[in-house]
């Protein structure tokens, strides 16, 4: 068990910092934003297990060959009040780092999904007696604001808005290209996928790679809305209203994260190819791999 301990700390520390880095200033994401996504979390979700795994195994290891042995004599002895044999100060300190770790990151996601309901459904309490129904597009609310504003607050009672100056300064096509890009935050639930990121970068503010992750993440759901608007639109069409609207959405909004949209609009307009088949297979076949290595190591027999 300490060299699979050993395994799962170098393997956790690889993806915080050296991969999170590096695959932050891949190019090939722009071309298959879904598959990168799908990485990212695997590379979050391994990452997570990996350290926070090494730490249980290592403190364990004096209880068993592995972790389907060593957690029944744990919990047995504790149960019994009794103090494990051969669980001596180091393994101990291991384990309790290890709890405190997955303790701490449990919390700053529990917190950061309470404050994030709770500035949402503040929000919606204001739209709902400052902004009125568009019966144009049923579910969207028109803010009377000259400032071009567009944006989504998700959740279960859900709201998008657009602002009278959006429907003032673009033709009815860019509104809808507008409307698209929105929908596709709300149905494919971008909110969720970025907050395990934010709640990493809370805990660990000090390692780079996790700074360098959220603000990749942030940008490829951007990519993937604008990729489903674009198939609804012609691309200058959505351009011309990213151009417009881009960047002005609240805090309480999807996301607070500054897009890039000078890159955003130049790859609309530069329409790269898509990755192929088989290339979008082996994406999410490294994805599944990802996950699945730091599983085995804490399973393994």
Known sequence: MPLTALGLLLLGLFLAEPVS????????PRRDPVG????????????????IGSGVVYGLSPL??????AVPVLVDDFSSWRWPEGLDVVHFAAL????LVGGRLLWVLVSVSVRTVRARR?????????????????GTRVLDHPQPVAYCLPGRSSRLVVSAGVLEALEPEGVWAVLAHERAHLR??????VLPFVAWGATAPFVRGMVCAQIAVASLIEMRADDVAACRSEPHQLVGALRTVGGSAPAAA????TDALDARIERISSQPAVLSRPK?????????????????LLLAP
């Open 254 to 257: 999807l996301t607070s994260f």
């Open 64 to 69: 068993g060959s592995n972790l389907a042995e």
């Open 188 to 193: 494919e639930r971008h909110d969720l996928v």
């Open 21 to 28: 880095r590096a695959f932050s200033r891949a190019r090939w």
């Open 96 to 99: 309790a780092a290890a709890v």
């Open 122 to 138: 503040r929000h919606r309490d204001l739209l709902d007696v400052l902004a009125t129904p568009w019966p144009d597009s049923p």
């Open 280 to 296: 979008q297979f082996l994406v999410r076949l490294a994805a599944i791999a990802l996950v699945a290595v730091p599983t085995v």
């Open 36 to 51: 990168a996504l799908l990485v990212w979390q695997a590379i979050g979700l391994a990452g997570g297990l990996s350290l």
